[in-house]
């Protein structure tokens, strides 16, 4: 495995335990968008600092699908924004760790979101204001699949076509599954590249569990200042690197008890070797 690699599957370990811990939460998306989000803030993508989370100059990322709290509290951890401790405090009374990012409570979390559909409208807004303010900081915004049936989203897309937002990049974690099962089947989303790209955006497809290939292109859509906003459908597996939550929609929003967690955390480490990024 390598480095960026090791760093997804230990976020992985923390997002089954943490969840665990709090008997509730949301591991399929989470495991899903590990390695978007390992890309994003360790593969020199993101700028960003945990020791000044306030800084002008930094670049932003907000989490649409907010449920997907324990992935974003996991590499925010690593990257030092608090004590990787504090991640079994998930969902706990008093907590800074609630079950939707609260950006009131933590550093490194740009917005409060969890209300779907409104991610990708406060990441346009935060884009355009970037703009007027002579920036060149990029904004990330992370969507579930599922998400892209509410209607605020092509809103939100019409605008930042409308306005040549190309400081907007829009990641959407295509897992093809929700909450009530397979997208296609709940409500079909249909090809979300064509749509976004009808509405103006400059598209690209990629592998959402190759890291390498994720550092890539969203170092290329960073780059790209030629008058789109960037849409990139990253193809994941729902609930990745744990084999029974693996394509399950069932594990949408359900916690593991003692006997998973233990068969997950096997899987998990017996991926990570004996080497721990934890050092």
């Not at 800084?55 to 990787?84: C, E, M, N, T, W």
């Not at 967690?261 to 990024?277: I, N, R």
């Amino acid at each position: 495995m390598t480095e960026l690699e090791r760093r997804a599957n230990e976020m992985r370990i923390d997002i089954v335990r943490m969840i665990a811990e709090a008997g509730s939460g949301h591991p399929g998306g989470s495991l899903s968008s590990a390695d978007i989000l390992t890309a994003l803030y360790f593969g020199g993508v993101l700028k960003h600092d945990p020791e000044n989370p306030q800084d002008a100059s930094r670049d932003r990322f907000i989490l649409a699908k907010g449920h997907a709290a324990p992935a974003l509290y996991a590499v925010l951890a690593q990257a030092g924004y608090f004590p990787r401790e504090e991640l079994l405090s998930l969902r706990k009374l008093g907590s800074r760790l609630q079950g939707h990012p609260d950006s009131n409570q933590l550093p490194g979390v740009e917005v409060s979101t969890g209300s779907l559909g409104q991610g990708l409208s406060i990441a346009a807004g935060a884009a355009a204001g970037l703009v007027l303010e002579g920036g060149d900081q990029a904004v990330f915004a992370l969507l579930g699949d599922g998400e892209c049936q509410e209607g605020q989203v092509w809103e939100a897309a019409m605008f930042a076509a409308h306005r040549r937002l190309d400081n907007l990049v829009a990641i959407v974690d295509r897992n093809g599954l929700q909450i009530d099962g397979c997208t296609a089947d709940v409500c079909d989303p249909g090809d979300l590249g064509a749509k976004f790209a009808a509405f103006g955006w400059d598209v690209h497809e990629v592998d959402g569990h190759d890291v390498s290939a994720l550092v890539r292109a969203l170092a290329e859509a960073k780059a790209d200042r030629t008058g789109k906003p960037h849409a990139l459908i990253a193809h994941t597996v729902k609930g990745k690197g744990v084999s029974f939550m693996e394509n399950e929609a069932g594990w949408h929003g359900k916690a593991p008890n003692a006997d998973q967690l233990t068969c997950a955390l096997s899987e998990l480490e017996g991926a990570q070797g004996k080497e721990d990024v934890r050092g």
